[in-house]
């Protein structure tokens, strides 16, 4: 236990989140109070500037509505402790949420105490203790200024968005960058000349001719062949050539394990190996962190403690022996990384297993097995090439390669993924034994047409590489970059089916040739980044009217600059004051000059009406126009599918949109028709909606296809008993959000992974006593003998019986509540709609929006 002095009052230690605040009281003991901030609890207001860029850009901060009972109670404890402990996370936004705690607090600063930790775990805990400091206003400067930085630029950008391109968008320093990345790639793909070249491969035999105990040796010619007819040339040449060894050469080689994790390598991983998104493996390490299980998860070092290599040390030889050890010390590439800081590893490697949650547990998994593996040997390898000479072709020998472990060393732990996507045909294992002079047997040879591939389209974790290899953003940026503009809808993340093309091949077998033409799948793509419509005609404005604010390098450069604010070697304002002037000037420039985009490609004339076909974007999204306004007919309409672009649609494919939607027929005197909406191509039969799939074609859809997808659709609604648990059934069924089970009132869901028809009572067990686990960890209060709960939610702690949820009334702490209390309070609050935690609140909020809109909208009428 830490020690406390022998004076009246107790100690209040402030944290970040409630998991982390009953932990941490569990290792301070008596003497401690620790409580939440839950997060911010200052912040630039939503809807106002607040920064006096005529007065050093100094902010304005309010204390949000949400966060000022959560003040309150933390103003009272605070004034009763002798000290205040202020143990936020250890990156700059956690510094800067210390300072504003002090700051809202009215925290003098003799009774203030900074403390950092990378793990929560008891030794951690109290040695941070032990070396307290103050508040470091260089990290808080680093984290206003981009704060700052970034709210003038939303700020005074997004209504430039409105009136030139489409209202409701906005735009941000990083991401706009980002989608700049995946437009810039995505053109880069569609314009990619197509080139192809001829492969030779051949299957060689040792030993005597016909003895039948050779082994085959597959061997390539290292140059390719333009044209099939130079193919065929080589080929022909081949005929009743001999094949003989020319030479032999065996190396050792090795391999190096990969450095321990850091945020962005993580995610790389994570999506490569697990199929994470990036906004997904901080989600489930951030619970892994806060549980004690893993250090900080947002870190660019690769450093190890020397305890933590020491205990690695310990693991490793325990479990596979001394020979497979071997210490390393790691030093980061990464531009501004803190080397104090500690690279992502386990708190204790003799921990194997990070609790029931199947996703936390792989994420586990990977980060100790990479961590081990950094401080493991090198593999040991040998690797054999051998030259074959071809009689008729002098100078052009063919190539066997061969690579055959020795010591597996680090891989016997872990192997890095890779993000490549290109062929990887060299000859597997070890080479048969072959000697200088001997000759070899042809079983064949392939000339084997292959095209060049344009550089790949982004995936998460990809575009998140790219990003720190530009030195823009930071690991705490990462994720809410990707998933931000996602949701602003100028990139989608989803699957594509691509295209059958033909290929060419020769074979040359028995002093015959032959050739054939077969078929290869070019262009499927899975869970890739792509531009929208509106995402690429927002870039081409920006990189046009702001190029400064799309630029790679002035990106790069003004996080080298927030490095330097948080190094104290750089005023903060003085940095603002230059790009603000400029970029000003800029924004008054274009809102008077420049024309408004739409991204408008004319497609032809329509043969009904003879009025031209454009395709653009309008108020509601990529559209398709026929005509023109001061046409004397007005102007016919239509919205892309999901699936088209303004920058691909040939006109017949916009024409054939006006003919929706169409009646089908009927069904029980219920009219059948199909259309398109907001979420693509359906049909509908009554109040019944059912998706088409990317198979149906909805110009091209019969009655009876589309009955059977509204009988789907009903037949996936249906739920199916599974067995009992626990003397209740648990079922399983399909809802809003795909398949899930059901036991009581708690709802799993069934991983993509897994065919929802085939899941059994078993699994669904171990699927809901997941889901429990994981709720349990947000449980602040039980009641015993009732359903009654006091949770952690995302706007704070409630309560909640299953059906009712109620806040915890201002000023009182979640431990505090009482059963009788929280009887009375759910008594008074409303039923749940949508089934959804606080859906009420949320539905009650986004009623409210629209007349906050209007109201808005009308007082800048009067002001105008």
């Avoid at 109070?33 to 609890?41: A, D, F, I, R």
């Avoid at 800067?96 to 030794?123: G, Q």
């Avoid at 491969?201 to 030993?207: D, F, K, Q, S």
Wanted: net charge neutral.
């Amino acid at each position: 236990m830490a020690k406390k002095k022998a004076s009246g009052s107790g100690d209040l230690v402030i944290v970040e989140s409630p998991a982390k605040a009953k932990t941490i009281e569990k290792y301070l003991g008596e003497g401690y109070t620790v409580l939440s901030s839950y997060g911010h609890v200052r912040d630039l207001p939503e809807r106002d500037l607040s920064v006096d860029v005529e007065n050093g850009f100094e902010p304005t901060y309010i204390i949000p509505d949400d966060k000022k009972d959560r003040l309150s109670a933390l103003k009272r404890e605070a004034d009763k402790a002798a000290i205040v402990w202020l143990a936020t996370d250890e990156d700059r936004e956690g510094e800067a949420i210390s300072w504003h705690l002090k700051e809202a607090l009215k925290l003098p600063a003799d009774k203030v105490r900074r403390i950092t930790f990378n793990e929560i775990t008891k030794p951690a805990i109290l040695k941070a203790i032990e070396n307290p400091r103050q508040i470091d206003v260089h990290l808080v400067d680093a984290q206003q200024a981009r704060r700052v930085l970034d709210r003038l630029v939303g700020y005074e950008l997004s209504p430039i968005l409105w009136r030139k391109v489409k209202p409701s968008l906005s735009a941000g320093r990083v991401q706009s960058v980002a989608v700049r990345l995946i437009v810039e790639r995505e053109r880069e793909i569609l314009g990619f000349a197509e080139k192809s070249a001829f492969r030779i491969t051949a299957l060689l035999i040792t030993g005597s001719p016909g003895s039948g105990t050779g082994a085959t040796v597959k061997a390539e010619l290292p140059k390719r062949f333009a044209t099939e007819a130079e193919a065929m040339a080589f080929l022909q040449g081949c005929v009743g050539a001999t094949f003989t060894v020319n030479a032999v050469e065996k190396k050792p080689g090795k391999r190096t394990p990969a450095a321990p994790f850091t945020t962005s390598t993580l995610q790389q991983e994570a999506s490569r190996k697990l199929g994470f998104g990036v906004d997904r493996t901080m989600r489930i390490a951030q619970g892994l962190y806060e549980q004690g299980h893993i250090t900080y998860m947002r870190t660019d070092s690769v450093n190890l403690s020397e305890q933590a290599i020491a205990a690695a040390e310990a693991a490793i030889t325990a479990q596979y022996g001394a020979r497979y050890c071997k210490t390393r010390r790691y030093q980061s590439k990464s531009k501004g990384a803190q080397e104090a800081h500690e690279a992502i590893r386990p708190t204790d490697f003799n921990v194997g297993s990070a609790g029931a949650d199947r996703d936390a547990e792989r994420l586990y998994d990977l980060i100790r097995k990479r961590t081990f593996a950094s401080q493991m040997a090198d593999a040991e390898l040998e690797k054999t090439v051998v030259n074959i000479a071809i009689s008729s072709r002098p100078g052009e020998d063919l190539v066997a390669q061969g690579e055959v472990i020795l010591f597996d060393g680090f891989l016997k732990v872990y192997m890095e993924g890779r993000d490549d996507e290109g062929d990887t045909e060299e000859q597997e294992g070890l080479l048969p034994d072959m000697k200088q002079g001997e000759r070899l047997g042809l079983q064949e040879m392939t000339a084997t047409q292959r095209f060049e591939r344009p550089a790949p389209r982004y995936t998460e974790a990809s575009l998140v590489k790219k990003l720190e290899e530009l030195g823009i953003g930071r690991p705490s940026t990462y994720a809410p970059t990707i998933s931000t503009v996602q949701k602003r809808g100028y990139v989608v993340k989803e699957n594509r089916d691509g295209t059958p093309r033909p290929y060419r091949i020769l074979t040359l077998a028995g002093d015959a040739i032959s050739d054939r033409t077969a078929m290869e799948n070019v262009g499927a793509e899975k869970q890739k980044l792509f531009p929208t419509d509106i995402g690429m005609v927002v870039n081409d404005f920006l990189v046009e009217h702001f190029p400064t604010i799309v630029d790679l390098n002035f990106t790069a450069y003004v996080e080298g600059e927030f490095d330097q604010i948080a190094e104290g070697t750089m005023n903060w304002r003085q940095m603002l004051k230059e790009f603000y002037a400029p970029f000003h000037k800029t924004i008054g420039t274009v809102s008077e000059t420049a024309e408004r985009a739409t991204g408008a490609r004319e497609l032809g004339l329509d043969p009904a009406s003879g009025r031209k076909v454009h395709a653009r974007i309008g108020r509601f999204g990529p559209m398709i126009q026929i005509g023109e306004a001061d046409d004397e007919e007005k102007p016919k309409f239509a919205s892309l599918r999901k699936d088209q672009s303004i920058g691909t649609i040939t006109l017949q494919e916009a024409l054939d949109l006006f003919k929706l939607p169409r009646t089908l027929g009927e069904r029980d005197g219920e009219v059948c028709s199909v259309g398109i909406g907001r979420f693509g191509p359906y049909v509908r039969l009554g109040s019944t909606y059912a998706s088409l799939t990317a198979e149906d074609d909805p110009l091209e859809i019969t009655l009876q296809r589309a009955i059977e997808l509204i009988d789907l659709k009903k037949a996936a609604s249906a739920t199916r008993d599974l067995g009992e648990y626990k003397g209740e059934m648990i079922v399983a069924g399909r809802g809003r959000f795909g398949p899930y089970v059901k036991f009581g009132k708690t709802y799993a869901n069934i991983p993509k992974t897994e065919d929802p028809a085939a899941v059994t009572l078993e699994r669904a067990i171990e699927l809901v006593e997941a889901k429990l686990a994981g709720a349990r960890q947000n449980v602040l209060k039980e009641f015993e003998g009732s359903v009654i709960q006091v949770l952690d939610g995302r706007y704070g702690p409630y309560i909640t019986d299953g059906s009712k949820n109620a806040n915890v009334p201002k000023g009182t702490e979640p431990e505090d509540v009482t059963l009788e209390q929280a009887t009375e309070l759910l008594a008074a609050a409303p039923e749940k709609k949508g089934g959804g935690r606080r859906g009420t609140a949320r539905g009650a909020a986004a009623k409210k929006a629209p007349a906050k809109k209007a109201a808005a909208k009308k007082t800048a009428r009067k002001r105008s």
